[in-house]
């Protein structure tokens, strides 16, 4: 019997280079899932006059600004002479080049597709450019079921396959003493909530939830631990109207280390995740597998990739998200029960199975090309 020779699949590695997003986590996780397999080779490539290649990446000689405004409005220039010997493109990152080629491209949530007037300009050009490549027939690969549901109408396609994301890396061994900026949170009751702080996340309910709880638990504090974005002057505002007393026990961590995240995530009471759309949500799992109980509310993947290891809020409500996060530090709420069912929900992620997934994808783009 003849052996199937390797699909070659040019694929974006952009995320890689840069800060650290979920996005390359998934990336990260994805590519060196796809290149333990015999049947797949990849050739990675970026869009970026900034970034150093790492050996064996190739750098598509067009600036990355140039690119997000160009392919928005034409698909030119085409991208295939420059992709080597391609039998698929893999665009990791909600875009990818024109091509001539049977194209895939990762989307992980629609919320700037649903909600373009909050968008940034870039992020706006990179929904026109992804429009574009699927009326050109491109494939969509969602990471979740919810958000293939809602890719299918705002992308007016069926050409959507859900794979699941693989689990987060292990999230750093601990200090071997509380990180200096951390001391105030030492031997404190406290939540953490973790990402950047961009409308999706709706960062402000959970500090108007703090200021609803905090009165009636004048010990608890509040870490937000992410990047700056574009909600952040809302929670600059948010912060500012709790009680003096109440604002101190709130602190802005920025962005954080994977030893200062898992130290966060090992003794906090709670991991609040009040998003208002979730594509896959790897906070989530990594909570889990930390120990640490999961309040978030009940929008778009949350409950498909938190199973039974998550109290889940609907969405909009400072106050409902309060009272459970309330419960749960108390323990109203079982805290054991949490945890033993997030335990038992990460066994059901696996980059193997995400990598099988997505090679199946990857010839059923091919066939139908």
């Known amino acids: 019997m003849m052996n199937t020779p390797a699909l070659e699949v040019a694929i974006d590695t952009g995320p890689l280079y840069g800060h650290r997003t979920g996005v390359a986590v998934a990336v990260d996780g994805l590519v060196t899932a796809l290149r333990a397999r015999d049947d797949v080779h990849l050739s990675p490539y970026l869009v970026s006059f900034r970034s150093d290649p790492d050996p064996g990446h190739r750098k598509l000689p067009l600036p990355g600004i140039v690119a997000s405004h160009l392919w928005s409005r034409v698909d030119r220039p085409r991208a295939d002479r420059w992709l080597g010997p391609a039998d698929v493109v893999h665009g990791t990152n909600y875009v990818a080049p024109p091509s ?4 895939v491209i990762s989307v992980y949530d629609c919320w700037f597709l649903a909600h373009p007037d909050a968008a940034s300009p870039l992020v706006r050009r990179a929904g026109r450019t992804l429009r574009r490549r699927v009326a050109d ?8 079921a919810a958000t293939a549901e809602q890719a299918r109408t705002l992308l007016d396609t069926d050409r959507v396959v859900s794979v699941h994301l693989g689990p987060p890396p292990h999230s750093g061994a601990l200090p071997a003493s509380t990180p200096s900026a951390l001391e105030p949170l030492h031997g404190s009751t406290f939540i953490v909530a ?8 709706d960062l402000p309910t959970l500090v108007a939830a703090f200021g609803e709880l905090a009165h009636d638990q004048p010990m608890l504090r509040l870490a937000l631990a992410g990047a700056r974005g574009d ?3 809302e929670i600059d505002l948010a912060v500012e109207v709790l009680d003096p007393a109440v604002r101190a026990r709130v602190h802005r961590l920025g962005p954080v280390d994977a030893t200062t995240k898992a130290w966060l995530l090992r003794h906090a009471s709670v991991l609040a995740y009040p998003s208002l ?3 896959f949500g790897f906070p989530i799992l990594e909570a889990q597998a930390a120990g640490t109980p999961v309040v978030a509310t009940d929008v778009g993947s949350v409950s498909e990739v938190a199973g039974a290891g998550a109290a889940l809020v609907a969405g ?7 009272e459970q996060l309330g419960a749960v530090v108390d323990g109203t709420v079982s805290r054991l029960s949490l945890i033993s069912a997030g335990h038992e929900n990460l066994a059901r992620f696996s980059w193997a199975a995400t990598a099988d997934g997505l090679a199946a994808l990857y010839r059923r783009a091919m066939e139908e090309r």
Request: net charge positive; charged share 25%.
């Open 194 to 201: 973790i990402g950047t702080e961009e409308r999706r996340k």
């Open 100 to 103: 001539a080629r049977p194209t």
């Open 231 to 233: 909600q952040s002057h």
């Open 277 to 279: 759309d979730e594509g």
């Open 316 to 322: 909009g409500s400072s106050t409902r998200f309060a």
């Open 137 to 144: 027939g491109a494939w969509i690969h969602t990471s979740s």
